[in-house]
Structures are given as structure tokens and as C-alpha cells.
């Protein structure tokens, strides 16, 4: 094809896998890299080309722009998708790439350094009329300045970095002690997270749902959203299952749109032109504010697509070369059914903390329709090096009731062996009579303590069935 692009992943793991197929759909060259301590990465196979990129640690690889950029030039590079993680929100990457008139699969510098900026994201969402948690405008300096702005908008507050995400960076404190307790250990854990110490001082929401909204835009000014995702169901701030649409906004049709609209709204207020997610955070009143933008593509998009049928990474692509999205209106987006996603981590299902160690087997049994977007595979090693998430478990339904059907059927198909996995915990979850009603918040892991509930006993006459099965099915038997 005419417009051909070399589109360079500088990801790994199933977002790169994803990005992949997208680049392969649309006709470009995917290219993909293998770095010292992953050599046998599973996303190249999807890949058109393969390059190395030298270094052995985050910081020397997918962090290292310099090194990049090495790999950019020696390869004619002409588009960059980064995923999300690593410089996916990296103005300074951003910014290099455009001054080299490299692609950026991304929105345009001044969104990312705007909206990758706590302080002035809030300011633009003021100035746009847009509602934002209560709280200091700027950057607070001093554990006395905090205390002032606490005092001014009432305890518990949230003392929260300007700049990252990921839950990091943030502690809530319920008096001045806390906050003098608390105040240099999140200076210090942000600084060392994001190279950013500053701090924000927010109203802290007490049982609040943590809702977001897909947004896609182009070159050409148009601004769509495709509804809402609910991500309440998390541990130390980081989202584990995600589902769409919201079960606290159910069939409010009027909150749901006025919730879309405004993340429209501010994405106009920064003429945003990629795929992106407005996050907010709802009251038990049902009265919402804005939270942040992250200025990429989000862990949980696939819960999208399963409900409007539209492939966001392919539109994402599309939209960076200023090509058509071939959206003739917002009334045209539309949505079908329920999907819910279960993040498939190395972890120890009861403390929750990272578990590397190496995968001896792998194998699956699921329902009709269920989508796994993985890199798990017979002698892989999960390393501490990357993030502990080793796939991304989706199921729809006609209703809510059979995405959690079919979610309970794929979770008791799925065998890792060799590898601690959260596949026990989300067992539990899912079967939790306040989930099954959609009656939840941020704070559902600490006041319904799933993990005390765990079964970590192996039924290994269990397992030897399914795996007798299995191979029973293999041979045609």
C-alpha cells in the first residue's frame, strides 16, 4: 500500500501483541523489539520485523530514549506506538519524536504535557466548568500549607503526586498527624516513581466509585466517547477487574450521558486527538468529579470494544495519520451488552504482593466468546523486572448476569501452573454477593476482605482431569 508506515512497538507483553495485529490490519510493517533479559519475547511473533534493543533493565530499554532513538534511525522508523506504561505518557518523548517528525501514536505534546500534569489538568477542568474534587489548585510545598488546605476543606483528605499514576503516590490522611506522619514518605516514593515529589492536596471521597470514559478523537476536531467504564474494584489503588458499563450508574441514561459529555467536553478544552480516558471520581450522592486524564490507551480497553464492537487501537493508528475514523456521528456509536475484565497478575493471591517465578504449564477451557489477551506460555519467566499483569480476561454478556457467568466459568478454565497467580482472589470476588449486585467501591477489597476467603489447597486430581481432558480432545478422542 501507498501509505505504508513502519510503526516501531516500543511495548511488550499482550499490548504489544495488540498493537501488532492493529498494524498487520491496517497494512503497515509492525515492528517489534527483544530486549537482553527477554529474548524469547512472545509479541514478536506477530511482528513483521524484529530489533534489538540493548540493555537489560527498564531504564536502559523502554525507558531510554536515547537508546530508542538509536533504534529509530538504524531502522527508517516512521511511527511510534508506545502502549501504555513506560513513555506512553512521556512529554519528553512526545516531544522528541515530533521534532524528528517521527509519529507519534499518541495525542499532540502540549495534551500529554498538560493532562500528564495533576495541578494544570485540574485548572483546565475548572476553567472548562468541569467539577473538580475540592482541593489545592497547585503543587503544596510544606507539611504546613497542607494542613492549612485541610483544615479549609475537612478532613479525610488525600495527599496525592502531581505528577504519575498507577496508585502510587498517594495516602490518605484523616488528621494533621497523619499528614505530618505522611507527608516526606510520599514526597519520596513520588520522586522516586515519577522523578516528581510534588504534592496535591485532595477532599478524599469516602466510598467513592471510580468511573472513566473512553474518548477518541482526530485531527479533523471531532471528539467521540464511547461510554463508561467502572474500575472500582481495586488494591492499593490499582485496578484488578473493570466492567462496562457502570453497575452503579445501571439505567440512569441521563447520568451516563452527562458524565460522557463532560469528558467530551474536556477533551475539547485541550484539542485532544487520540484515544484517551477522562477518570472520575463518584460520590454515593452520584455527584461526580474529574480525576485525571491519562493520555493513552488504558489496560482495561478491551471491555469497550466487547460492548460497541469498535477496535480502539485500530482507531488510534488511524487517527495519529490523520486518516478517517470512519465515525460518521456520536449517535452512531452505540452499545450492546456487558463486559467485564479480570487482570490475570503474578501475584500472591492473599497478600497481593508480585510473585515471579516461571510458568511449567499452561492451559485454558472457556465459554463461548470469552477473549484472553495474553503472553503466557509454557516456560516463561515473570520476572520483577515488568509489571506482574500476564493477561487480561474478558467476557460479555447479554446482561450483566452472564458476563459474570461466563467470567466464573473462565476463571475455573484457566490453569496456570508454576507461576502464583490472583486467579483464587478474583474467584472469590466475582462470587460476592455485594459484586453480583453491583453494590460497590474503591473500598470493596478492605471492607469485604476477598483474600481472607482464598482457597490455596490444589485439588490436583482436579487438575489431572481437566489436563486428562484436554489432551483427550488434542488426539480426537
Not at 469528558?263 to 475539547?268: E, I, T
Amino acid at each position: 500500500m501507498s501509505n505504508q508506515k513502519k510503526i516501531l512497538i516500543i511495548n511488550r507483553g499482550e499490548i504489544a501483541t495488540r498493537i501488532a495485529k492493529a498494524c498487520r490490519e491496517l497494512g503497515h510493517v509492525a515492528v517489534g523489539v527483544w530486549t537482553d533479559n527477554e529474548l524469547n519475547a512472545k509479541h514478536l511473533e506477530f511482528c513483521h520485523e524484529w530489533v534489538h534493543l540493548q540493555g537489560s533493565t527498564n531504564a536502559e530499554t523502554y525507558l531510554n530514549i536515547d537508546n530508542i532513538f538509536k533504534v529509530i534511525k538504524e531502522n527508517e522508523i516512521d511511527a511510534v506506538h508506545p502502549g501504555y506504561g513506560f513513555l506512553s505518557e512521556s512529554c519528553e518523548f512526545a516531544r522528541k519524536l515530533s521534532k524528528e517528525n517521527i509519529i507519534f501514536i499518541g495525542p499532540h505534546v502540549e495534551a500529554v504535557r498538560q493532562m500528564g500534569d495533576k495541578a494544570i489538568s485540574k485548572q483546565i477542568a475548572k476553567a472548562a466548568d468541569i467539577p473538580v474534587i475540592p482541593g489545592s489548585a497547585s503543587a503544596i510545598p510544606t507539611v504546613a500549607e497542607a494542613k492549612k488546605i485541610a483544615k479549609e476543606i475537612g478532613y479525610p483528605i488525600l495527599l496525592k503526586a502531581v505528577a504519575g499514576g498507577g496508585g502510587r503516590g498517594m495516602r490518605a490522611c484523616k488528621d494533621e498527624k497523619e499528614i505530618e506522619d505522611q507527608f516526606e514518605v510520599v514526597q519520596r516514593e513520588s520522586s522516586a516513581a515519577f522523578g516528581n515529589g510534588d504534592l496535591l492536596v485532595e477532599k478524599l471521597i469516602v466510598n467513592p466509585r471510580h468511573i472513566e470514559v473512553q474518548i477518541l478523537a482526530d485531527k479533523k476536531g471531532n471528539t467521540y466517547h464511547f461510554f463508561e467504564r467502572e474500575c472500582s474494584i481495586q488494591r492499593r489503588h490499582q485496578k484488578i477487574i473493570e466492567e462496562a458499563p457502570s453497575p452503579f450508574i445501571g439505567n440512569d441514561e441521563k447520568l451516563r450521558q452527562k458524565i460522557c459529555n463532560t469528558a467530551v467536553k474536556l477533551s475539547q478544552a485541550v484539542k485532544y486527538d487520540s484515544a484517551g480516558t477522562v477518570e472520575f471520581i463518584m460520590g454515593e450522592d452520584r455527584n461526580f468529579f474529574f480525576l485525571e486524564m491519562n493520555t493513552r490507551i488504558q489496560v482495561e480497553h478491551p471491555i469497550t470494544e466487547e460492548i460497541t464492537g469498535i477496535d480502539l487501537i485500530v482507531c488510534m493508528i488511524q487517527a495519529a495519520l490523520g486518516e478517517e475514523l470512519g465515525i460518521p456521528s456520536q449517535e452512531w456509536i452505540t452499545r450492546s451488552g456487558h463486559a467485564i475484565e479480570c487482570r490475570i497478575c503474578a501475584e500472591d493471591p492473599i497478600t497481593m504482593l508480585p510473585s515471579p517465578g516461571k510458568v511449567t504449564g499452561f492451559e485454558s477451557q472457556f465459554p463461548q466468546g470469552t477473549r484472553f489477551d495474553h503472553y503466557l506460555y509454557r516456560d516463561l519467566e515473570v520476572t520483577p523486572d515488568f509489571d506482574p499483569m500476564v493477561g487480561k480476561l474478558i467476557t460479555k454478556g447479554l446482561l450483566r448476569s452472564i458476563a459474570i457467568r461466563k467470567m466464573t466459568c473462565a476463571l475455573d478454565g484457566l490453569l496456570v501452573e508454576g507461576l502464583k497467580t490472583n486467579i483464587p482472589l478474583h474467584k472469590v470476588i466475582v462470587r460476592n454477593k455485594k459484586f453480583l449486585a453491583g453494590n460497590y467501591s474503591t473500598a470493596f477489597i478492605v471492607d469485604e476482605k476477598p483474600q481472607e476467603q482464598v482457597n490455596v489447597e490444589i485439588n490436583y486430581l482436579d487438575i489431572y482431569k481437566k489436563l486428562a481432558c484436554i489432551e483427550a480432545r488434542r488426539m480426537g478422542i
